[in-house]
């Protein structure tokens, strides 16, 4: 079995110059938790995914420092914060971020594979060491996309092996 066997051809995309609001429209379209982010060339850029623009939304420092006793005695104690999402005012972030462009939300350096690939690699990309790999697009020869492979897919076709 090959990743073709496996890849879903009809790719749902976002370009570097999309902006973050119509990306949020995307994943409210889509039932997908993330898109490759592809070039005027097709060409696979980057990656795009739910957790990336949740942490728009994240403060970036959590660490609340609290100084405690009088000069010469000070002493330092770390706190870690993370106030809860009702706290957090999303509309003054969405309106912040929403033009942000995904070339700065987006990840780079995506594992990508060929459609000649083999599934073991496949599966080791998709089951390895990094929990941030969901879904590989494959790419070809010219690292245009031509397709997708998520998890589920390669469990949906081990089921219809076995059940064959």
């Known amino acids: 079995m090959q990743a073709r066997d ?3 051809s009809d ?8 902006d973050v609001a119509a990306v949020f429209k995307k994943f409210a379209r889509y039932e997908f938790s993330g898109f490759p982010v592809v070039d005027d060339a097709d060409r696979v850029v980057g990656v795009v995914t739910e957790s990336d623009l949740v942490d728009l939304f994240e403060p970036d ?16 104690l770390t706190y ?11 509309g003054v972030d969405m309106v912040r971020n929403a ?5 700065d939300v ?3 350096g995506v594992a990508t594979v060929t459609p000649d690939t083999d599934v073991n690699e496949v599966l080791d990309l998709l089951a390895g ?6 879904r590989v697009p494959v790419v070809d020869g010219d690292g245009k996309i031509v397709g997708i492979i998520a998890r589920q897919d390669v469990v949906r076709a081990f089921r219809d092996k076995r059940l064959s």
């Open 99 to 103: 033009d942000k462009p995904i070339s």
């Open 61 to 76: 420092d959590e660490t609340l420092w609290i100084p405690i006793g009088l000069p010469p005695f000070v002493d330092t």
């Open 11 to 18: 790719v749902k995309t976002v370009s570097p110059d999309d």
């Open 129 to 134: 060491d990094d929990p941030d790999i969901n």
């Open 6 to 8: 496996l890849m879903e």
């Open 106 to 108: 987006m990840s780079t």
């Open 80 to 90: 870690q914060v993370k106030p809860p999402w009702a706290d957090l005012d999303l």
